[in-house]
């Protein structure tokens, strides 16, 4: 995971000058998701960029909507789009959305902000795939904060029911919402115990570590009969110190001066 | 002979199986009741029960129908209607090429009162761009709508009736989405009309009867049935505008929102400066048969016909 090191370091600083250039956005949760969605693009989801629409691709839903800046920079990175486009971020007429709206940016596969909705769209997904027996695998990223929605619970009900093993479900357990912390606000714990509780093959790993991420990735393509959860305990703003577990950056621009502190902290210079 | 569009609905499903192999069925723990438990029985493979749970329903048809799949999702009108915000986001805005199939329209149902009668899904789902609307006013249409639904790319919403309605349409009739069709006009053809009913689904026969009654009478009133109610066919309103001193509109579903607001809304629109008299529900719907319901809340011929010829000479 050496490799990736440096490609991570520049997609947190993607993400602080999008948000920045925006004057908008969430840096909390987009800087506590990237480790995932940058292993995950990286070595696990199968996907072409070159080619968006490929039937045979893998599909990511980002159900956080919300951290959609650490989604567009990865794509960025990977090539889905030019680089620069990074920070047409929130602005009219741009592809990438305060939140991802597939029909506008090739790559995104789902519209996703309304929070809870993902896991059911990702459910439906590998249902079809099951029905046409292809061998995609289907990935959904949800935020702790909103395993609150009662729709999640519902899909949570329904995949082991359908014997979905072609689905997986990454919790960016970060430990905030906008209102404070979701101990605080509407206790989850003990998570795990309710994922496998619900017949989820359910781990819990450090969503830092850049070799657990990729060792649980690897480890649930290898679960037959029953879909996976990952917990992925995370720090929210993750990479820039007074962004850390601070609740007020869930959903703040940092100003110039902020900026210029949070790159100098992510890239060392 | 007279038949619920739900049923219609049911046996269209068996019937198009093997036409649309894409085609999936999804419920929320009402098969008996939507009338897919055949389709159920004969495609298993093809029908996916997804218990009471109909946010997450509509959440993974909106997501089998991003994988080529067309899915058609059934509940009654009030709880699909109930996951709007679901319908709003995981379909619409997706784009998704989803089906949603509320049965139960209106006080229509009857004895099981207000909780399980659909009243404001029109006016929901008429508030979302790229949703179609289809409330077909017989089995005939139903089986003919439903086929449209399943070869159009989109999503649509259809709305169907569980008690049975009397044939309003010819046997050559051919559906055609978007279009509103003259059901009933009086031999030989009127120059003029002392008024055009529109009326949708359950209301639909009491227009007709109430039409033929005025005849003798003297009056000239055409009824014409509202199969689609988005997009709503504005044109058709400004023809009827030039030979109607007014409209009438009859619907089983709340006075806001639907039907007449979407005739209103065109009628103002064209300038066409004729009035509108609206007939729908006005409070919770309650317990009853549904014809002492329609009566009561102010949809039956009766009623109708007040409305037609209301401060006329």
Redesign the interface.
């Known amino acids: 995971m050496e490799e990736l090191i440096a490609p991570i370091r520049e997609l947190r600083a993607d993400i602080i000058r999008m948000i920045a250039t925006a004057g908008s956005g969430h840096p909390g949760g987009s800087l506590s998701v990237i480790d995932l969605l940058a292993v995950l693009y990286a070595k696990h989801l199968r996907h072409d960029p070159k080619r968006p629409d490929w039937p045979g691709r893998d599909r990511l839903i980002l159900s956080k909507g919300h951290a959609c800046p650490a989604l567009y920079a990865v794509m960025a990175q990977r090539g889905f789009f030019p680089k620069e486009e990074l920070l047409t971020l929130r602005k009219l007429g741009s592809r990438l959305q305060g939140h991802p709206e597939r029909h506008r940016l090739p790559g995104i596969e789902a519209a996703t902000g309304s929070l809870g909705q993902g896991l059911s769209m990702g459910l439906g997904m590998a249902l079809a795939a099951k029905m046409d027996g292809t061998d995609q695998r289907f990935y959904v990223v949800t935020g702790d904060g909103e395993m609150q929605e009662g729709q999640v619970w519902e899909a949570l009900l329904a995949a082991p029911q359908f014997k979905l093993d072609n689905l997986t479900v990454i919790v960016d357990s970060n430990n905030g919402q906008i209102d404070g912390h979701v101990s605080e606000i509407m206790a989850l714990d003990p998570l795990a115990d309710k994922l496998k509780s619900f017949n989820w093959d359910t781990r819990v790993i450090d969503g830092h570590d850049l070799d657990a991420i990729d060792g649980a990735l690897s480890a649930v393509k290898t679960v037959k009969g029953k879909p996976q959860a990952i917990v992925a305990k995370t720090v929210k703003g993750k990479g820039v110190s007074f962004m850390e577990d601070n609740i007020a950056w869930h959903g703040k621009a940092p100003n110039k001066q902020e900026c210029e502190q949070a790159l100098k902290e992510i890239l060392g210079a | 002979m007279p038949k619920a569009t739900r049923e219609a609905f049911g046996e269209a499903l068996v019937a198009l199986a093997e036409k649309f192999p894409q085609l999936?069925v999804l419920d929320s723990d009402l098969s008996k009741s939507t009338m897919t438990a055949d389709f159920a029985k004969k495609y298993p493979?093809?029908h996916?029960e997804?218990?009471i749970?109909e946010?997450?329903?509509?959440?993974?048809?909106?997501?089998?129908?991003?994988?080529?799949?067309v899915?058609v999702c059934t509940s009654f009108a009030c709880f699909l209607i109930g996951r709007l915000?679901?319908i709003?986001?995981?379909v619409t805005?997706?784009?998704a090429n989803v089906k949603l199939v509320g049965t139960h329209a209106g006080l229509g149902i009857g004895d099981d009162g207000a909780s399980q009668m659909g009243l404001e899904d029109v006016a929901a789902m008429r508030s979302l761009p790229g949703m179609t609307i289809l409330q077909p006013g017989d089995g005939l249409e139903a089986r003919q709508a439903v086929e449209w639904m399943l070869q159009h790319q989109g999503p649509v919403y259809i709305r169907l009736t569980r008690q049975k309605l009397d044939d309003v349409h010819k046997p050559g009739y051919q559906f055609e989405c978007g279009k509103l069709d003259v059901v009933w006009e009086p031999e030989p053809k009127a120059k003029h009309f002392q008024a055009t009913v529109l009326a949708s689904g359950g209301t639909v026969g009491g227009a007709v009867a109430a039409a033929q009654s005025l005849q003798p009478k003297g009056f000239a009133v055409r009824v014409v049935n509202a199969g689609t109610l988005a997009p709503f066919d504005v044109d058709s309103i400004e023809d009827f505008a030039k030979d109607s001193e007014r409209f009438v509109t009859v619907e089983d579903h709340n006075i806001v929102g639907g039907l007449g607001s979407a005739v209103c809304e065109a009628v103002a629109s064209l300038g066409a400066g004729k009035p509108v008299v609206c007939l729908g529900v006005r409070e919770t719907g309650e317990s009853g048969l549904p014809a002492e319901l329609y009566e009561r809340h102010g949809l039956s011929a009766p009623h109708i016909v007040e409305a037609c010829i209301r401060n006329l000479s």
């Open positions: 999936v493979h093809r996916f997804f218990g749970a946010s997450n329903m509509i959440g993974a048809a909106a997501g089998m129908a991003l994988m080529g799949k899915p915000e679901t709003r986001v995981a805005l997706n784009r």
